[in-house]
């Protein structure tokens, strides 16, 4: 477990904290953002929606494409993190999600920003075993040759081992009872460096079965990757003042007892904790989809991860320190790559990977840590002050005026005028149209 080195080539002479960067026009954004990325411009085209992902290349990632579908790209500005200055690519069709990272990352920064760190990116393969005599034995019989599985799960012309990673250990978990009975399961534990993994370790199963099943006697069945990824977390902290946090109506300590009354709320609740944990995930999905990662498989690794004690919990946490300001960690399984997959082959991905600049796959991981305990705390600090709604309707009302065929300042207009009266609804957005 190690604290990340962040790159110190990127990022050091320029800052995140980019004042009024939402009120700023679109072609303005995107001049900042070239700016900061160095941004060629058929890069800044992709963005753009000029060019970017064809249906030529689509066609060329997954089955059956008939097309193309989009989604907002959004950069979620103030992140300060391991002292390092970050510009966050996040891309989500659901409002508010952008504005209140940015915001969170701002409070964040006055106490000195994001610290993360991660484990190294170890990831688990899985084999099982069945119809065998004793599941114990069995078990023995698999560690008495485990060096020689290490060695032959060792592939010297994968890139990955060529890299450095590759197999790091066999772990043997019996299982004397199932709906089908008995079964040895089998991991290896292997070390995927800045790939996300699912590939290798697969191969790497796939090649060290037969040893397994000559050795016990048994039926090989499954060979494949666990997505609990739980030797592969990364976490992250943050101290937000006391100072930041005072509402016109509500002091410091009053905002600061309502987050850590929440925060116990979705500690103590599964039915709490799981609107909380999607809070988490809107900041982390967001980065995920960005960068072209897996974000189905961190969905699936962090709910599990959350759920470990047998009851399913907040993947955060939230106290008032003794120096009476806001204290937050998570600690979360995150398999990503920078290596690999859509992240090298979406055209936009790899410019939200330029933008980010991050030099390995466990830097990727700890930003991602980061933009998760911040969105968690901008969706908390909304529900225990001012209610989720003010901010949600105030973007929802843009939504509905854009499908009302408002264009322009008539969009504005429309949004001030039903938040003004009270009355959110896509009827009345287009009698104001009209």
Not at 98 to 111: E, H, I, Y
Not at 237 to 266: G, R
Not at 369 to 383: C, D, H, S, T
């Amino acid at each position: 477990m190690t604290q990340l080195n962040t790159n110190p080539n990127l990022n050091n002479r320029r800052s995140s904290a980019i004042s009024g960067f939402y009120k700023k026009s679109l072609p303005e954004r995107m001049a900042l953002l070239a700016q900061w990325a160095g941004l060629e411009s058929q890069e800044q085209a992709a963005l753009l929606g000029v060019s970017g992902l064809s249906a030529a290349q689509a066609d060329q990632m997954i089955e059956n494409v008939v097309g193309i579908y989009a989604l907002p790209f959004g950069i979620a500005t103030n992140f300060l993190i391991n002292n390092t200055d970050y510009l966050i690519p996040m891309v989500i069709e659901e409002p508010s999600v952008v504005a209140a990272c940015s915001f969170a990352a701002k409070l964040a920064r006055a106490g000195g920003g994001f610290t993360v760190g991660t484990d190294d990116p170890v990831m688990i393969g899985q084999i099982q075993v069945l119809d065998v005599d004793n599941v114990y034995a069995a078990a023995g019989r698999v560690w008495d040759i485990r060096e020689k599985l290490l060695h032959e799960a060792n592939d010297p012309t994968s890139s990955i081992v060529k890299r450095g990673g590759g197999a790091r250990g066999i772990e043997l978990r019996p299982f004397t009872e199932s709906p089908v009975g008995a079964m040895l399961v089998v991991h290896l534990l292997y070390d995927c460096r800045d790939a996300m993994g699912a590939n290798a370790i697969n191969t790497a199963c796939e090649r060290i079965a037969p040893l397994i099943a000559e050795a016990t006697g048994g039926r090989i069945n499954l060979r494949i990757l666990s997505n609990l990824t739980d030797r592969r977390k990364a976490w992250a902290s943050c101290v937000i003042p006391a100072k930041e946090l005072a509402t016109d109506s509500l002091s410091a300590d009053e905002v600061i007892k309502a987050i850590v009354e929440a925060s116990a709320f979705a500690e103590t609740d599964p039915y709490r904790a799981a609107t909380h944990n999607k809070g988490v995930m809107n900041g982390i999905d967001a980065v995920c989809i960005a960068t072209g990662n897996d974000w189905r498989a961190l969905e699936a690794g962090a709910h599990a991860y959350a759920a470990r004690s047998g009851i399913y919990t907040s993947m955060t946490e939230w106290r008032q320190d003794e120096q009476g300001n806001l204290r937050g960690k998570i600690e979360i399984p995150l398999a990503v790559g920078t290596v690999g997959g859509a992240t090298r082959v979406h055209p936009a991905a790899k410019i939200a990977m330029k933008i980010l600049g991050v030099a390995s796959a466990q830097e990727l991981a700890g930003v991602l840590a980061a933009v998760g305990l911040a969105q968690n705390f901008a969706a908390i600090r909304a529900l225990a002050t001012e209610g989720i709604q003010r901010g949600h309707m105030s973007l929802h009302a843009r939504q509905l005026a854009i499908a009302a065929g408002a264009t322009g300042d008539q969009v504005m207009r429309i949004v001030e005028q039903m938040i003004a009266e009270g009355n959110i609804r896509l009827e009345r957005a287009k009698e104001l149209l009209k």
